[in-house]
């Protein structure tokens, strides 16, 4: 298997591009969360790991290119990632074998 490595910020500057001109400018927010419902059912759909992997790494282009929509840098990206990253690493989260799989897992919203 070939090994990759992204950049993330030199990513979504390419993607910035490709959107951009693909898509047109500006806020498109409720064309992109009709889009990415469509991309849920893909993966509720498909039945192959590689098919739903393929339909997950859409919704995540979605996800980027609505946030650059906003008006966020890709460096403003990047930073709000590691930051919600690292608010999950330091939450409380319950023992995932007492969740059913087909729900939801929360962290303790207990102390906020």
């Known amino acids: 298997m070939t090994r990759y490595s992204l950049d993330l910020a030199r990513f979504l500057y390419k993607q910035i591009r490709f959107s951009s001109n693909a898509f047109g400018p500006g806020d498109r927010t409720a064309g992109i969360l009709d889009h990415i419902r469509k991309e849920i059912a893909e993966v509720e759909r498909a039945t ?9 790494v ?8 609505a946030m650059w929509r906003l008006g966020f840098s890709p460096e403003e990206i990047v930073a709000a990632i590691q930051i919600k ?9 319950p023992d995932w074998r007492t969740v059913p799989h087909d729900k939801a897992i929360e962290h303790d919203r207990s102390q906020e």
């Not at 192959?48 to 997950?56: A, I, L």
């Not at 859409?58 to 290119?65: A, H, K, R």
């Not at 990253?85 to 989260?93: E, K, P, Q």
């Open 58 to 65: 859409d919704i995540v282009i979605l996800s980027l290119d």
């Open 85 to 93: 990253h690292n608010a999950n690493m330091n939450r409380v989260w």
């Open 48 to 56: 192959t790991d590689g098919d739903k992997m393929r339909e997950f």
